[in-house]
C-alpha cells in the first residue's frame, strides 16, 4: 500500500469539521487545525493529523475541555502566567504566543508560562508567530516522560522540544525546532513501523544499557537526551530538558517531571499531580528593542549566508540552516498535496464516519 | 610533578593586583578577579586563574581597554543593549548581568544584549547572580570559531555556552552551565596534554572524517556539536550554538559567527569583522512574576527531590542535579584550597615577575 497525498487544504477542511464536531467554537476549530497541520506542512508527521483521533479521544476521555475558559492567572508588565482551563494546547498556545507578543509591543519582550494545558502541536507553529511582527520567537513544552537523566533507569522528563524562531532580511526566517533527546520519538515510532533497529546512543533498556530495539520503551526502557551517554554529552541534553521543564511547568504551576499527563488517553493519568495539566513556555523578543531591524535584518542575511557558502563534507551536497528542510518540504507539499500512510487515512475514515463528517 | 594546592582567597589577591597593574581600577580589578576565579572553584580548571596570563597579552595587544567607558547604547522598559567599549568580559558581564536584574526588578524580566567585549570567564558566574534575588538567570556567549556546523568542514561557531541557573527553596540552586558541543574545548586541552586519544564524536579531521586525534584542530579539524553526528542529533547542537550567536551578536552588534576575535592574543585578528568585539547575552526572570516564590520553591525542592530518588544505572552511584559536581568542587575547594599544574604555577610565577607583583 503507497501514501495517498491530499490538499492541505482539503486535509484542513476535514479537521476543523472534526474540532467542530466535538464543541470547539468555530474560531478555536480553525487555530486547532491550523495549528495541527502545520506539522503535516513542515513534515513533521508524527504531530500531525495523524494525532487528530488522539485529540478526539482525549475529549472523549474528558481530558480535554472543548470550551475552554482561558484565563490569565498572574501578570507583570514583560511576563504572563496562563491558565488553559484543561483546552487544546493547540488552542490555548496560540493565546499565550500572542500575549507574549503584545507585552514585547509595549516593554521589549513578553513571557507566558502556561499551566492546565494540553499537547501543542509542533513548538515552531508557535515561535513562528512573532515572525511577521519582526520579533524573535521563542517556543518550548513538557511532555509525558520517556526520557531518563544521565545515570539513571527512570523516565524523568519528555522529548521537551525548544523551538526559536528568528526573522532575516531576504533570507528566509531562521527556525531552530528540537526535542532534547537525541531523536524524537516520533523517528523512533517509524523504526518501530518498519520493524527496523535504531541507531546506538537513541535509547536504553530497562537496566540503562545501551541497545538498539526501537521497541524497547515498551519493555521498560527509555529515550536518552541529546548527546547519548556521557561521554558525549548526554548531562546537557538532560539539563536543557529539564530547563523546559522549569519554565513550562515550575513556572506557571503545571504537573512536572514524571508528573505529566500522558498523550494516549488509554494510558491513566499519573497517580500523583503535583501541578495542574501540562505547562509551556512562550517568549517573545521585539528585534527593535535590541537595534534597528534594518541592521538586524542585514547582519543575519549576512550571516545566513555566511552558512549557506561554508565548505560541505565531500559527498555531502550543502551545510543547512536551521528551517531550511521544512521550508522546502512545506513549499513541496502546499503544491503537491501531504502524503498519508494508508493506516492514518483509515483512522480518518473511522473518526469521519464516527462523528459524521465527510472525509 | 604534582599539582600544589593554592588557598582561594590568595589566588584572588593575587590575581587582583595583576589587575590593578594593567590599569584596572580598584572595584574592577575584584570584580574580574572574582569572576575568574569562580571557574577554578567551580572545577572548570581551563577558564580559571590558568587564563590570566592570557588576559595580560590581550592587553598587552591592545585588544583589551582596562579602564572602558561601559555604556547602554539603546533600551526599552525589559531589554538593552550594552557596549563593553573593549574591556575585559570580566567587568562587562557583570554590568550588564546587574542590568538585567535591575530591569527584571521593574518589569519582570530583563533581556542584555553586549557588543564590544571580550572574553568572560565561565557563563555561570553570571547567571548565578540572579539567584540572591529570587531570579531565574540566563547567561550565553559567542567565541571564536573552532566548531563546524553539520555536514560542513568550516569552522564557523565557538563552543558557544549556555547557563541556566534556578533558585530552589532547602535545595541548593539548579545551575546548567553547557557548552553547545559534544566536550568543551577545555576537555580537549587536557586530552592533548596527556597525549591521549579523543573519544569518537569529539572532533573531525579536515575532510570531516570522525577522528580521536586530540590534536586534530591545529591540523584544521574542528569540534562538533552537541550530538556528534547527524544521525545522533548533531544539527540540533549546531542549531543551539547558532541561537546563542543570534541573540549575542545579531541582537547587539557584536561579531559573530567565524568573525569573532580570538582569544589568544597570538592568533591574527579575522580580517573581516561585521561588529564590534564579542558578544554576550544575558537574561534575568523574577520568579515572583510569574508565582509566588514559596509556591515556586516547594515545587523546585520536589523536583530536585524526585531527581534525586530516580533510580541509577547498576553501577552508578546516583543521579545528578545540574550543578552539583560544581557545587561539591567549590565547597571541597575553599575548604583545601585549589590545585594548580605546575606548568600554570610558572605562567603565575613569570606573570607576577614580569609586573613586579608578589606570588
Known amino acids: 500500500m503507497h501514501d495517498t ?3 492541505y487544504q482539503q486535509l484542513l477542511d476535514f479537521t476543523i469539521q472534526i474540532f467542530k464536531k466535538i464543541g470547539c467554537p468555530q474560531a478555536d476549530a480553525v487555530t486547532a487545525a491550523e495549528v495541527l497541520l502545520s506539522a503535516d506542512l513542515r513534515g513533521v508527521d508524527s504531530h500531525g493529523v495523524a494525532r487528530l483521533a ?4 482525549l475529549w472523549e476521555a474528558k481530558r480535554v475541555n472543548a470550551t475552554p475558559q482561558i484565563r490569565v492567572i498572574h501578570e507583570t508588565p514583560s511576563t504572563a502566567v496562563v491558565d488553559g482551563d484543561s483546552g487544546l494546547g493547540l488552542v490555548v498556545a496560540p493565546f499565550a504566543m500572542n500575549l507574549a507578543i503584545e507585552k514585547a509591543r509595549q516593554v521589549g519582550t513578553g513571557w507566558v508560562s502556561v499551566q492546565h494545558s494540553n499537547h501543542y502541536g509542533i513548538a515552531a507553529a508557535h515561535a513562528m508567530k512573532a515572525l511577521e511582527h519582526d520579533m524573535i520567537g521563542i517556543s518550548m513544552t513538557n511532555a509525558s516522560p520517556l526520557v531518563a537523566p544521565t545515570f539513571s533507569t527512570s523516565k524523568m522528563l519528555g522529548t521537551n522540544p525548544i523551538c526559536v524562531a528568528a526573522p532575516a532580511g531576504n533570507e528566509p526566517a531562521f527556525v531552530a525546532d528540537l526535542a532534547t533527546t537525541t531523536a524524537a520519538n516520533g523517528k523512533l515510532e517509524i ?17 540503562g544499557n545501551s541497545t538498539t530495539d526501537a521497541n524497547i520503551l515498551k519493555k521498560g526502557g527509555a529515550l536518552l537526551p541529546l548527546g547519548g551517554d556521557r561521554e558525549h554529552g548526554s548531562h546537557k541534553g538532560y539539563a536543557l530538558g529539564a530547563v523546559v521543564d522549569l519554565f513550562s511547568a515550575l513556572l506557571s504551576g503545571a504537573n512536572y517531571a514524571p508528573w505529566v499527563p500522558p ?5 491513566p493519568m499519573p497517580e500523583r499531580q503535583p501541578g495542574k495539566g501540562i505547562g509551556h513556555f512562550f517568549g517573545a523578543m521585539r528585534v527593535d528593542a535590541f537595534r534597528t531591524v534594518a541592521d538586524y535584518k542585514r547582519d543575519m542575511d549576512d550571516w545566513i549566508g555566511g552558512f549557506r557558502k561554508a565548505a560541505p563534507i565531500p559527498g ?3 551545510v543547512l540552516i ?22 492514518v487515512v483509515a483512522d480518518l475514515k473511522a473518526l469521519a464516519a464516527k462523528l459524521d463528517v465527510v472525509f
Request: charged share 30%.
Open 54 to 57: 488522539g485529540y478526539v479521544r
Open 5 to 7: 497525498n491530499y490538499a
Open 263 to 267: 498523550f494516549p488517553a488509554y494510558v
Open 322 to 343: 536551521p528551517g531550511d528542510p521544512e521550508r522546502e518540504m512545506e513549499t513541496e507539499r502546499r503544491s503537491h498535496g501531504i502524503p498519508l500512510l494508508p493506516a
Open 316 to 318: 555531502q551536497e550543502r
Open 191 to 207: 523504526l518501530q513501523r518498519k520493524n527496523e533497529a535504531a541507531p546506538q546512543g537513541w535509547v536504553q533498556d530497562a537496566e
